[in-house]
T-cell receptor, first 113, second 116 residues
Framework: DAGITQSPRHKVTETGTPVTLRCHQTENHRYMYWYRQDPGHGLRLIHYSYGVKDTDKGEVSDGYSVSRSKTEDFLLTLESATSSQTSVYFCAIGRGDGAYEQYFGPGTRLTVT | AQKVTQAQTEISVVEKEDVTLDCVYETRDTTYYLFWYKQPPSGELVFLIR??????QNEISGRYSWNFQKSTSSFNFTITASQVVDSAVYFC?????????????FGKGTLLTVNP
């Protein structure tokens, strides 16, 4: 158990509304990541963080923003949700010594109607 | 840019058969790391193995084995005597060294179905 929780686990929202997903870790790891999983695409990196207030974009960052004000929490915000953002969102922490292995949270299933 | 290709989209086998999942990667880095993850029908992502680019020794863990060949840029995964519980989507992934903050590039996954 990597000590990662995600909330909410399921959410249905309407197009145009802002949505925030939360990732919480209990192990004080420096690296945290947000991915989305879609059929036929595998997992794609949205944003990541390498420390408090240190974040950067991934492969599919358009329409998303992140914040990390404390080590244990990494928030992903969809500024104005669109149907194309319907997906399963996974948070991961990087754990290890020199070669960070990523361990994933349980995922959040988001549906934008 | 990094790339991971899992050419097998779906594989179906009968229980007790051996099955190999293929993974081919592309990277310009000399130091990199390769991973396999399992995603069972319940949806969670389970870490299986990490292999460093400088260590080509193959690894065996119970019924699982991994064959890393730098010469062909492949990191294949074999399940011996498959079981129904092995049914899952399996992802191969690649990360570079710390220069890019260990970001993972995933293949699109192989759906393995083991039939009784």
């Amino acid at each position: 158990d990597a000590g990662i929780t995600q909330s909410p686990r399921h959410k249905v929202t309407e197009t145009g509304t802002p949505v925030t997903l939360r990732c919480h870790q209990t192990e004080n790891h420096r690296y945290m990541y947000w991915y989305r999983q879609d059929p036929g695409h595998g997992l794609r990196l949205i944003h990541y963080s390498y420390g408090v207030k240190d974040t950067d974009k991934g492969e599919v960052s358009d329409g998303y923003s992140v914040s990390r004000s404390k080590t244990e929490d990494f928030l992903l915000t969809l500024e104005s949700a669109t149907s194309s953002q319907t997906s399963v969102y996974f948070c991961a922490i990087g754990r290890g010594d020199g070669a960070y292995e990523q361990y994933f949270g349980p995922g959040t299933r988001l549906t934008v109607t | 840019a990094q790339k991971v290709t899992q050419a097998q989209t779906e594989i179906s086998v009968v229980e007790k058969e051996d099955v190999t999942l293929d993974c081919v990667y592309e990277t310009r880095d000399t130091t990199y790391y390769l991973f396999w993850y399992k995603q069972p029908p319940s949806g969670e992502l389970v870490f299986l193995i990490r292999r460093n680019s400088f260590d080509e020794q193959n690894e065996i863990s119970g019924r699982y084995s991994w064959n890393f060949q730098k010469s062909t840029s492949s990191f294949n995964f074999t399940i011996t005597a498959s079981q129904v519980v092995d049914s899952a989507v399996y992802f191969c992934a690649l990360s570079d060294s710390g220069g890019s903050n260990y970001k993972l590039t995933f293949g699109k996954g192989t759906l393995l179905t083991v039939n009784p």
